[in-house]
């Protein structure tokens, strides 16, 4: 029992992390509609900066953290601004190709600057709580709490605020949004500031519980994450929670129970049969198709 | 839509050309009279810390060699191949175009298996600083390895083992889609079965979840055991050791030699790693000068401690050097005539070198050189 | 003969196979003479399989018009199954030709068969959602095969899966003459290089011809009514599932054949080789060249192939730079401010262009 009640801790602890990263994820889908794939490097620059700001300035953990969230908005920002907005005009698919080149770039331009060679990420929250056989460690309790507070600061944003209500006029009809007097442009930057933000938050949280650092750290959790999102319904925030939390249980679980050489496996043919049952997600609006 | 496609193909097309007229004509710091040594390794990409690390190696010694001026000269040159065999024999291929007549590499298993079958039937004399497997040699008389293979290093350790710790519940966490680990496992699984040791619980991971431990890990500690053997690389030993404390699970640890450099590791907690045990043939620490000076001329260039990877090939630089001495080879000469000469000589020399003193050949290829297992005290290796 | 070539698309298709015959003559007159460097010839037999490879996933992406991620899971099943032919039949059928034949054979029925089972659920869904379901699929795949082991002995074939990770090739209880053909997460070993660059070239023209007819027949014409309106396909009696499981699986068939050709052109192969990043990396081929356009598609995998290897040169900037292309590339040719300064710069091809178009 206190073997299950451990992994069952550490799939929400690790689902955690995926859905704040789904979230991000969800967010810029929900409005421009593209895959961004470099989402995910996005993540491993906020590691890299925070663990540059606590191991060369000694910064303490939070200041990091501030640190990587202001240097990943503004590479959000920039991304979008030089990459995206020229082709918003275009079909997906260009944008899709040059979120993938912006992924390459990131990745090798992590390499060049920070070396190839991994680093050790100290937990921004060493230590762990005993109850009884149960060990809980409190980067896992920290993770938990902060997917929490995000989502549902995110959530009454985007219900209650003057620009969350432009996001989803935005994300309903960019058209009829702009002839209502709403800056699409800038509300789309601002959807990529809060999306990259949120994966320098996951990036610190992901290095925290995981404890290693590369160039390629990002590509495999943003893959994870974006699944979660779709897993949850695309465009819906509580669904990139759930789905997100439910990712990160199963492959635990998975692990623990089945064949930890298929983990990533059972994780997709769960999906997979979601799809086939609910084919927008879990949480998502089946949108059916005008004739 | 016709007229974009067009102009997308013409783009591309245009570019690549520019690029490929831009640097045609770069030709290296190639003497003529020098030997022309290749190698192969990831140097960007997820295994480029290993890749880097033969590169500088081997450079190195090449600095080394040419610097005490005597007849043997040699010019390196290094390439990418991401670690993927197709891309190592573009990269093989490349180097022959240079006029490559030694190969030094390549430095993952896979890479070498295939650029190794090609070595063969071109007869271009390889030398592998780091590929581990057994198929890299098996059925070529041309090439050779400087560093354990895998079936070596399990037999080794599952020997150690119970030969010191014989009562002990071992937990094995391996990597199963990569073949370094999974061969040490297969071969430490069927050596302990033998000596009659007890595995109590067995973990996998693959590089996609390779972040977290904390189910095998749990397994582990609930299948009551207390050695842990990892025969995996560093980086996620590093992340093992780190989850175990956070867990409150304390077992004996016992490494390989991809467990060399966790040290090293850049912000590693390095008392997480006391009291570690590995079998390695190279130590960063180890007093003897020549470990010394390559140390701190490697730190000096590259601000880094370097790891195992680098002194197998720079080791490896120095077998074809004394290699190409001992035959009076001259650099005029083919690679093919080379590859005979060496072929002749290494499979009777005797050579020390940092990751092993008194090392020898079989004409199979695979080196003999006595595994040394050092425990960590105080952040630095020590003898048990 | 004159009439036919009237038609645009009936040019276009015929410029296609000479441009791709009149490449290998030339390619492969040069290879004779022992003219080409190494790193050229040993481009050769990748390059065909990753043109294959561009061709059969514009099938899909560009004809049938849905986003396929996993592309490089039917490339590794055919490229496993060919090797586990190849290798298998060493005894039996001595011919080099006969064998590597055989192996594209098998390697594209089990990659259709495999695209039969992914297809059926798949198609069920659309757009970003059937990417995510192709991606899925492709890992899986991977995975599965990471786990296979196979070896033959004179008894037949011995196959195993390696679920826990326990096991290797000693399990598969074969007898002394056995040969290992699979090792589980070592991938194959010890595969004979049977291809050519002759076969390549057989095969892209193999892969032209029937992707050509296809999309000029009246099969053809069904799917690219679905890909355009599905709804308006359905309601003109179109078997909407009919035709694009059909494209869906001729596309995974193909890819199996490129498959078959790459495992054999490497002594080894492992199947983490066909991750992601490789489906990815076909698709960018797809996109460049343009959706639907076949010729294009050609051309950017012959370019794009050659490409990492011509950088080179720039060392450890090489992939950097490959990054800055790619961009640079999607923004000039989706961009219409930087097509219309293009234009300005280059007053010739915009004449030129407008005269094609």
């Given at each position: 029992m206190t073997e299950f009640l451990n992994y069952l801790i550490s799939g929400i602890s690790l689902g955690s992390v995926y859905a704040i990263i789904a979230l991000g994820y969800t967010m810029v889908y929900g409005i421009?509609?593209?895959?961004?794939?470099?989402h995910g490097d996005v993540i491993m620059v906020g590691g890299y900066v925070s663990f540059c700001a606590v191991?060369?300035?000694?910064?303490?953990g939070w200041l990091a953290t501030i640190l990587a969230i202001i240097v990943c908005t503004v590479l959000g920002v920039v991304i979008e601004g030089l990459a995206y907005k020229p082709l918003r005009q275009a079909g997906t698919l260009a944008v899709l190709i040059t979120a993938i080149g912006v992924s390459y770039f990131l990745q090798n331009a992590a390499q060049l600057i920070w070396g190839t060679s991994t680093k050790s990420y100290a937990s921004v929250m060493p230590g762990n709580l005993a109850l009884g056989g149960v060990t809980i460690p409190y980067i896992s309790i920290l993770t938990i709490a902060a997917c929490l507070i995000i989502m549902v600061v995110l959530t009454q944003f985007i219900n209650r605020s003057k620009l969350g209500k432009a996001m989803r006029a935005c994300s309903e009809d960019k058209g009829a949004a702009q002839l209502m007097g709403i800056h699409v442009n800038r509300t789309i930057s601002m959807t990529f500031a809060i999306g990259s933000a949120l994966a320098a938050i996951a990036g610190v949280l992901l290095c925290s519980s995981y404890t290693t650092l590369n160039p390629t750290t990002g590509s495999m959790p943003g893959i994870k994450a974006f699944t979660a999102a779709v897993f949850g319904g695309i465009g819906s925030i509580p669904g990139a929670f759930l789905g997100g939390i439910l990712l990160g249980v199963i492959e635990s679980m998975a692990k623990a129970y089945l064949s930890s050489a298929l983990a990533n496996s059972i994780v997709f043919a769960v999906l997979i049969i979601v799809l086939l049952v609910r084919p927008a997600g879990l949480l998502g609006k089946y949108v059916p198709e005008k004739v | 839509m016709k007229k974009r496609n067009v102009c997308a193909v013409a783009m591309a097309g245009a570019m690549c050309l520019s690029l490929l007229a831009g640097c045609g004509g770069e030709s290296g710091d190639?003497?003529?009279?020098a030997f022309k040594i290749g190698v192969i390794g990831?140097?960007?990409?997820?295994?480029?810390i290993y890749g880097n690390a033969v590169k500088y190696g081997a450079q190195i010694a090449v600095d080394e060699i040419n610097a005490l001026g005597g007849d043997i000269q040699l010019a390196l040159k290094s390439e990418d191949d991401v670690a993927a065999a197709d891309t190592s024999v573009n990269a093989y291929n490349t180097l022959k175009d240079w006029g490559m007549q030694v190969l030094v590499g390549p430095t993952t298993s896979g890479s070498s298996i295939a650029v190794a079958s090609e070595a063969n039937a071109d007869r271009m004399f390889m030398l592998t600083p780091?590929?581990?497997?057994?198929?890299?040699?098996?059925?070529?008389?041309n090439v050779f390895q400087v560093c354990f293979t895998d079936p070596n290093q399990g037999t080794a350790a599952a020997d150690y083992i119970s030969e010191n710790m014989p009562d002990s519940k071992i937990a094995i966490i391996y990597q199963n889609d990569i073949d370094y680990s999974q061969g040490i496992r297969n071969t430490f699984a069927a050596e302990a079965k033998e000596k009659g040791l007890e595995i109590v619980s067995e973990g996998t991971f693959t590089a996609d979840t390779a972040t977290d431990f904390s189910v095998q890990l749990t397994a582990a500690q609930a299948a009551g055991a207390d050695l842990l053997f990892l025969p995996i690389y560093y980086q996620e030993a590093s992340v093992i050791l780190n989850q175990a404390k956070t867990m409150g699970f304390a077992p004996t640890v016992f490494g390989v030699?991809?467990?060399?450099g966790i040290l090293t590791l850049?912000?590693?907690?390095t008392s997480l790693a006391e009291g570690v045990m590995l079998l390695t043939?190279?130590?960063?620490?180890?007093?003897d000068e020549k470990t010394q000076n390559f140390v701190s001329e490697y730190k000096e260039r590259y601000g880094e401690v370097p790891n195992q990877f680098a002194a197998d090939a720079y080791d490896a630089v120095y077998i074809v050097y004394e290699g190409l001495k001992a035959a009076g080879c001259?650099?005029?000469?083919s690679y093919e005539d080379i590859c005979e000469a060496l072929v002749g000589q290494i499979t009777t020399m005797t050579f020390d070198g940092l990751t092993g003193a008194d090392m020898t050949w079989t004409a199979t290829g695979e080196v003999s050189k006595a595994p040394m297992a050092v425990v960590i005290e105080n952040g630095t290796y020590v003898l048990p | 003969m004159k009439n036919l070539l009237k038609k645009k698309t009936t040019r276009t298709d015929f410029l296609t196979y000479l441009g791709v015959i009149v490449a290998f003559v030339i390619m492969f007159a040069l290879q004779q003479a022992d003219m080409l460097k190494n790193s050229t010839q040993g481009m050769l037999v990748p390059v065909c399989c990753f043109v294959v490879m561009a061709v059969s996933l514009n099938l899909t992406v560009?004809?049938?018009g849905e986003l396929s991620l996993g592309h490089a899971g039917f490339m590794s099943v055919g490229a496993f199954s060919g090797i586990i032919a190849a290798m298998s039949l060493e005894q039996s059928i001595p011919s080099d030709l006969a064998r590597l034949i055989i192996a594209i054979v098998v390697g594209a029925i089990c990659a259709a068969i495999a695209g039969f089972i992914v297809g059926v659920p798949v198609l069920r869904l659309q757009g970003d959602y059937l990417a995510i379901v192709t991606l899925a699929f492709g890992e899986i795949i991977k995975e599965l095969i990471n786990c296979l082991i196979v070896g033959y002995d004179e008894n037949g074939l011995h196959v195993m899966f390696n679920l826990s990770g326990?096991?290797?090739?000693?399990?598969?209880?074969?007898?002394?003459n056995g040969v290992a053909i699979i090792k589980g997460a070592?991938?194959?070993?010890?595969?004979?290089?049977?291809?050519?660059f002759p076969m390549g070239f057989v095969l892209v023209m193999l892969c032209l011809v029937i992707v050509l007819n296809l999309v000029r027949s009246r099969t053809g014409r069904a799917i690219l009514s679905i890909r355009d309106n599905r709804i308006a396909a359905e309601s003109v009696g179109i078997n909407v599932t009919k035709y694009r499981l059909m494209a869906f699986v001729i596309s995974a068939a193909m890819a199996g054949s490129a498959g078959a050709l790459f495992g054999l052109n490497y002594s080894t192969l492992s199947s983490?080789?066909?991750d992601f990043n490789t489906s990815i990396l076909v698709l960018v081929y797809v996109v460049l060249g343009g959706l639907g356009n076949i010729w294009g598609s050609i051309i950017a995998a012959v370019v794009l192939y050659v490409l990492p290897e011509a950088l080179?040169?720039?060392?450890?900037?090489r992939m950097l730079v490959y990054a800055i292309v790619l961009i640079l590339v999607m923004l000039a040719t989706n961009n219409d401010q930087f097509k219309a300064m293009l234009g300005r710069i280059l007053p010739k091809r915009r004449k030129g262009a407008a005269a094609n178009g």
């Open positions: 421009a509609k593209m895959l961004n794939f470099a191991f060369y300035l000694d910064l303490p | 190639t003497a003529d009279n990831p140097l960007t990409g997820d295994n480029a780091s590929g581990s497997s057994a198929d890299i040699t098996e059925g070529k008389d030699d991809g467990m060399d850049p912000g590693f907690d043939p190279f130590s960063a620490d180890a007093e001259t650099a005029d000469m | 560009g004809i049938l326990k096991l290797s090739v000693e399990n598969l209880n074969m007898t002394e070592q991938g194959a070993v010890g595969v004979d290089k049977l291809a050519t983490t080789r066909f080179r040169e720039f060392n450890d900037y």
